[in-house]
């Protein structure tokens, strides 16, 4: 699987891939959210899904703009041809640049199924998703809050996967998870303080257990995929966002991925 991966190194130099693997999962980090594009063609060419898979997001924006129309029209024409030279321009020159539409992209060309993103800051809320849900959370530490967090047992919203109950994302399906660090950055760019992130990923529910580390790391070993993003340009520079990756890894991934 990671000998696979590493045929995506060649598609876009300046997105600086790094493809690993983790339990069994594979990893792909790269620096523009954009990408995941690619590292989703590049799974569903492989035949790593059984059908569309869910995608559960980190990140402060929901990244589901609307592309420019003929921008559109061409990542379609790219999808139909099936060229990972003509997939990896398109991502790279007909995708937004602030990767702010790569989401409904991903939906239009059917490379996905619902989308779940967590950490989400933006506003206004966006249209609706052509053919899929799209459910837009906040921290996962107040979701997981008991007193009206909405991945607390007893909440109306349904949320594709989550079983309430165990705090886990369970069932048969397939699903990414993909990670933008500045989902860990504030809204004018900067990362958390080192505190308030540690602070995050322990925080649990009142009655304890199912901390958001936790929480993170089952979403991570049951994924067909993991993508992070450091999106320094989001995250106050390349070395803030090495810093916001040296410490997701430390809470999540036991400190593999930044290893060495």
Sequence with gaps: MRSQLDG???????????????????????????????????????????????????????????????????????????????IAMSVEFDIGCDDADWVRAAAVAQLTGDVVTFYLT??????????????????????????GGRLAAGSDLVIPGWDARTARFGGDFDYVLSIDLDAFSTTSGSPWPAAELAAELTAGRPSGGARVCDVLSALAERAALVTIAREPAYCGGDLAAAGILRALDDGVFGGALTAG
Excluded: N
């Design 122 to 147: 933006e506003k206004p809320d966006p249209a609706p998703l052509p053919g899929v849900s799209s459910v837009l959370l906040g921290r996962i530490s107040a979701e997981l809050d008991q007193a």
């Design 8 to 86: 995506l190194r060649y598609l876009d130099v300046h997105q600086h891939w790094l493809v690993t693997c983790w339990h069994g999962t594979p990893v792909v980090i790269f620096d523009d959210e954009r990408a995941v594009l690619t590292a989703l063609w590049e799974a569903r060419l492989l035949g790593w899904f059984q059908r569309r898979p869910l995608l559960i997001r980190l990140d402060a924006h929901h990244d589901q703009w609307p592309l420019e129309p003929a921008a559109e029209q061409a990542w379609l024409t790219a999808i139909q041809r099936g060229s990972r030279r003509e």
